[in-house]
């Protein structure tokens, strides 16, 4: 008799359980507050009982978790003379989704060799999240395998969904479940009700197919996550503009949720150019000034050096500190935008 299951897969390999890794690396107390205290905040940002303005600020992922760790030294030193205008939540992207081929992330292929050592990948993820959370800095990333919020999530502030993926019921399903507050991305085509869709859903209480602590297959019952919200990353066009944010702000009226949004000042917003995150910045800056208090947060792609570089097999020919997939800006540049965005801000609420 012939087989007619697992035809094209050629190997399994036991994952270490979520509940060992947690064992081998524990949440320390430090990091610990760091999460609870980020979340809180993040949440507070979202309901408007803190006028702070949300930054989802760091690398487009993570390739090099040392030059991760001195971006991460840099942006909480910052983080501490902004805190009282800006929340500020480190971007520490571990996946990444491709169209079709390519590196997917640091879990996924952690030696960029295509070895693709998931259990180092998910070992060293969590391990950098801890020693970021440790200095007092709160950590945000993307949520792409549904698997893998059960190794990280307790170090995770805030997460997204994004663009390819909010369409997706199992990912709708898994922010349900998720413990802190999610954003969801418009579509590639920058369509509104797809991130308005997975915002109900997600909002709602889910049955799904998952993993528990120990790695069992197990039908997950979730409460529904009640911090969900909508990032406008563009489209065919740019989606930060004025008219767009009134447009969405509508929409989610219409639908009784959360006037709450937030800008990604990257990606088509940018029209992929990465120097152009400045001026969306300036723009949604300009509008949360004039009054606008839908506009509660803001992403930048950034690293330690500008631009990117091609990815090579041969670890040797990187540079240091410069994205091997979207383009970033500079430290340079995103400490000038952070604290010229704190001074502006900081003189607003002195004159009121």
């Given at each position: 008799?012939?087989?007619?299951?697992?035809?094209?897969?050629?190997?399994?390999?036991?994952?270490?359980?979520?509940?060992?890794?947690?064992?081998?690396?524990?949440?320390?107390?430090?990091?610990?507050?760091?999460?609870?205290?980020?979340?809180?905040?993040?949440?507070?940002?979202?309901?408007?009982?803190?006028?702070?303005?949300?930054?989802?600020?760091?690398?487009?992922?993570?390739?090099?978790?040392?030059?991760?760790?001195?971006?991460?030294?840099?942006?909480?030193?910052?983080?501490?003379?902004?805190?009282?205008?800006?929340?500020?939540?480190?971007?520490?992207?571990?996946?990444?989704?491709?169209?079709?081929?390519?590196?997917?992330?640091?879990?996924?292929?952690?030696?960029?060799?295509?070895?693709?050592?998931?259990?180092?990948?998910?070992?060293?993820?969590?391990?950098?999240?801890?020693?970021?959370?440790?200095?007092?800095?709160?950590?945000?990333?993307?949520?792409?395998d549904p698997i893998t919020?059960?190794?990280?999530?307790?170090?995770?502030?805030?997460?997204?969904?994004?663009?390819?993926?909010?369409?997706?019921?199992?990912?709708?399903?898994?922010?349900?479940?998720?413990?802190m507050p999610v954003g969801?991305?418009?579509?590639?085509?920058?369509?509104?009700?797809?991130?308005?869709?997975?915002?109900?859903?997600?909002?709602?209480?889910?049955?799904?197919?998952?993993?528990?602590?120990?790695?069992?297959?197990?039908?997950?019952?979730?409460?529904?996550?009640?911090?969900?919200?909508?990032?406008?990353?563009?489209?065919?066009?740019?989606?930060?503009?004025?008219?767009?944010?009134?447009?969405?702000?509508?929409?989610?009226?219409?639908?009784?949720?959360?006037?709450?949004?937030?800008?990604?000042?990257?990606?088509?917003?940018?029209?992929?150019?990465?120097?152009?995150?400045?001026?969306?910045?300036e723009d949604v800056l300009?509008?949360?000034?004039?009054?606008?208090?839908?506009?509660?947060?803001?992403?930048?792609?950034?690293?330690?050096?500008?631009?990117?570089?091609?990815?090579?097999?041969?670890?040797?020919?990187?540079?240091?500190?410069?994205?091997?997939?979207?383009?970033?800006?500079?430290?340079?540049?995103?400490?000038?935008?952070?604290?010229?965005?704190?001074?502006?801000?900081?003189?607003?609420?002195?004159?009121?």
């Open positions: 008799m012939k087989q007619t299951y697992d035809v094209h897969v050629e190997e399994f390999i036991p994952l270490i359980s979520p509940e060992a890794l947690k064992k081998e690396l524990p949440l320390s107390e430090k990091a610990e507050k760091t999460v609870i205290a980020g979340r809180k905040a993040v949440q507070n940002v979202l309901m408007k009982k803190d006028d702070r303005l949300l930054v989802v600020v760091g690398p487009c992922s993570i390739h090099d978790e040392k030059a991760a760790l001195e971006y991460a030294q840099k942006l909480n030193a910052l983080r501490q003379k902004v805190e009282e205008t800006l929340v500020v939540v480190m971007r520490v992207y571990f996946e990444k989704p491709r169209t079709n081929v390519g590196w997917k992330g640091l879990i996924n292929d952690p030696d960029m060799d295509g070895s693709c050592d998931i259990v180092e990948g998910l070992r060293r993820a969590r391990k950098l999240l801890i020693r970021i959370n440790e200095t007092g800095l709160p950590a945000a990333t993307e949520m792409l919020p059960q190794y990280i999530a307790g170090l995770v502030s805030w997460a997204a969904i994004g663009a390819r993926t909010t369409e997706s019921q199992t990912h709708r399903e898994m922010a349900s479940g998720l413990s969801f991305k418009n579509c590639t085509d920058g369509g509104l009700s797809t991130a308005i869709n997975a915002m109900i859903a997600a909002i709602s209480p889910q049955s799904f197919l998952g993993i528990d602590p120990n790695g069992r297959s197990s039908i997950v019952k979730t409460t529904g996550n009640p911090w969900a919200h909508i990032v406008m990353r563009g489209g065919r066009r740019p989606n930060y503009d004025s008219v767009s944010i009134m447009e969405a702000v509508e929409q989610l009226r219409d639908k009784k949720l959360a006037e709450a949004i937030v800008v990604d000042c990257s990606h088509a917003n940018s029209k992929k150019q990465y120097q152009n995150q400045t001026t969306v910045w300009h509008q949360r000034m004039n009054g606008n208090d839908a506009l509660v947060g803001m992403m930048l792609e950034s690293s330690l050096h500008e631009g990117n570089q091609k990815f090579t097999k041969d670890l040797s020919e990187l540079k240091y500190g410069v994205s091997v997939t979207d383009a970033c800006i500079s430290w340079e540049t995103t400490e000038e935008l952070l604290l010229s965005a704190h001074k502006k801000m900081l003189a607003r609420h002195k004159a009121a």
